[in-house]
């Protein structure tokens, strides 16, 4: 039976290749986004479009007129960890606000599962490499604060209303999609590899590496970075799971790059040298930041089809070749 979901954010990066992994499948989507970072583009033929403000009770309203829903998954937030650091308070009431009011709303119709997109940001300092579900959450910046707070308010919602959720805390997302429809375009763009590719294509200045003076073992940060099809993946397989019960997973490959290490292998795909300079660190970034995916891999057997980083970065190149505009149409 075709279900019909609510996925807010479903013009942005994540969101848009879910909504063509539930298409894919059959289902019916409406998307709630106010385009403030997400593309009309973006969103898949099929889905619904609805361009407001989760804050906006019209634009809610407009939205849950669609259902009933299946499941809400909800995407759209202030994400960036830097930003997070610069304005903490808009981060942690906005995200909360509008998180609440997405959580309320669905309970009030009736819904009964709930995704949330949550972020290895939980883990501030992790003492336990790759990172479990078990870690004590620790938040190193307003943004990772923000998500840890809908975290625990989904738990009351739980208690309280029955609504069963998945809580995701996605590694590095990154790629694009295997079939080429969409891709990864955020203004400003302030994420690795979209920049690193960027460089290469001289279509941006020089790459500045954020700190090499890190305690990994070339100075610069690693990271795990996720194809976002696998991504997609694991919600389709969270949604099954929630049928049954609430769960919380950390989703990586569980191998770590550095931004060297990154540099090195877009040189690599892509055939060209990407240049770059070292500068300071950016505040709010750890170090070290690996998932362990043991528990969804086993739990309810998810396996990357995309692991490799060369792959993750040539499908971005792929992608980024073909739109070198992205999603705003050439003049
Ligand atoms: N990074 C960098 N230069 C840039 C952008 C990012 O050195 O212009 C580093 C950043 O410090 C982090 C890693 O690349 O260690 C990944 O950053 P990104 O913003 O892509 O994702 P985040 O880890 O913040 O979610």
């Known amino acids: 039976m075709p279900e019909t979901h609510l996925v807010t954010g479903g013009a942005g990066f994540v969101g848009s290749h879910l909504v063509l992994a539930l298409l894919a499948r059959g289902d019916r989507v409406v998307v709630l986004d106010d385009l403030s970072t997400g593309h009309a583009a973006a ?3 099929g889905a619904v479009l609805i361009a407001g403000r989760i804050g906006d009770p019209d634009a809610l309203a407009r939205a ?29 009431a906005e995200n909360a606000k509008n998180g609440l009011a997405l959580i309320e709303a669905a309970v009030a119709h009736g819904v009964t599962r709930f995704v949330l997109s949550s972020t290895a940001a939980l883990f501030g300092a992790p003492t336990t490499i790759p990172i479990p579900e078990d870690e004590p959450i620790d938040p190193g910046s307003p943004y990772g604060e923000s998500k840890a707070w809908l975290e625990r308010a989904l738990i009351w919602a739980e208690r309280i209303h029955g609504l069963r959720s998945a809580c995701l805390r996605y590694f590095n997302a990154a790629g694009a999609d295997p079939g080429g429809r969409l891709g990864e375009d955020h203004r400003p763009e302030t994420h690795l590899i979209p920049l690193v590719l960027d460089a290469a294509a001289g279509r941006r200045p020089p790459l500045t590496v954020f700190g090499d003076d890190y305690p990994t073992p070339d100075g610069t940060c690693i990271r795990d970075y996720i194809h976002v099809a696998d991504l997609a993946e694991a919600h389709l397989l969270a949604l099954e799971a929630l049928t049954t019960r609430s769960v919380r997973y950390n989703l990586g490959n569980g191998t770590g790059y550095s931004v060297r290490e990154v540099i090195a292998t877009a040189e690599r795909v892509t055939g060209r040298r990407v240049p770059h300079t070292v500068g300071p660190r950016r505040a709010g970034d750890p170090p070290v930041l690996v998932a362990s995916s043991r528990r969804i891999r086993e739990e309810l057997g998810w396996a990357p089809r995309y692991p490799e980083l060369e792959t993750i970065i040539a499908h971005a190149w792929a992608w980024r070749q073909a739109h070198p505009d992205g999603y705003r149409q050439p003049r």
Request: hydrophobic share 45%; proline share 9%; aromatic share 16%.
């Open 43 to 45: 969103v898949p033929e």
């Open 64 to 92: 849950f007129a669609h259902g009933p829903f299946a499941s809400v998954l909800h995407f759209a937030a202030l994400s960036l960890v830097g930003d997070s650091m610069r304005e903490p308070y808009r981060y942690l």
